[in-house]
């Protein structure tokens, strides 16, 4: 059952979050149906095949650095032992590398070849459209919490998430790995993304959880530790200030300077 609400002359459609049917047919709809009927349970028996792709992409992507490691410390049998603990150190960080750099190159492929995409929506957390949602972020977060610290900010970590789907422009400088969503996200040209800067293109509110874009206009700043969430659109040249908060369906306008709303002249004093 859905109620309809008047939103700025729109028709908006509101799903009941404690229903356990679907307005789906077919398999689609029995699917959603034991998924809201079920909820946490069904959850982890739908999204266990993407813990086995994981596994599966994460191992593909070690298999260099295991090589590389066996390759050095089977050379290195005969060294001395110090030289031969070195060798081992060496190899096993060497390994790692070589796994990162692999990772931000299979992940994106895991993630093409998914027959899930994600696309805007509010709704149910527990309904068909969320597990796209989790799946390209599950994904994004394998990378983020194993390795794209170390690229970031470099080429290569724009490379990944225009890899990922994210739409990126020229010279755009992008120093910041919490970024979720990223295929719905586009920053134009000469963008500056500053240091831990969060960008969500999704919230969540009353039990909905709404995913939308974001998209950041050219020549635009991103201060240090700001947060931008779903459904924002920050205009060409703007400036958002370190630490602040761009909430959903903000719209910054072109030229915008921080706080600029807020600033006020002190009362002049006499001198006495």
Sequence with gaps: MKDISQDKGRRTYREDLEAVTSNRRGIAGFLERMLRRFRVGAYLVALFP???????AMGISAFPG???FQLITGYAENFPQVLYY????????????????????VIP????????????FRGNY??????PWYIHNAFTYIVRYTFLEFITPTPMNVFFYRMMGMKIGKDVHLNTTNISDPC??????????????????????????????VKIGKKAT???????????????????????????????????????????????????
């Design 50 to 56: 993407l813990y086995l792709v994981g596994i599966l």
């Design 66 to 68: 295991v090589y590389l």
């Design 86 to 105: 070195l060798a081992v150190s060496c190899s096993l960080i060497l390994g790692y590398f070589a796994y990162g750099l692999t990772l931000i190159f």
């Design 109 to 120: 492929l895991f993630n093409f070849l998914m027959p899930f995409r994600l696309k805007p």
């Design 126 to 131: 527990y309904s068909l459209p969320a597990i």
């Design 184 to 213: 719905l996200i586009e920053i134009e040209d000469k963008v500056t993304i500053g240091g831990s800067v969060h960008i969500i293109a999704h919230y969540a509110t009353k039990g909905y959880l709404i995913v939308d874009h």
């Design 222 to 272: 991103v201060g240090l530790k700001a947060t931008i969430m779903g459904d924002v659109e920050i205009g060409e040249g703007a400036v958002i200030g370190p630490h602040e908060v761009i909430l959903p369906k903000s719209r910054i306008p072109a030229g915008r300077r921080p706080f600029e709303n807020h600033r006020r002249e002190l009362p002049s004093q006499d001198m006495p």
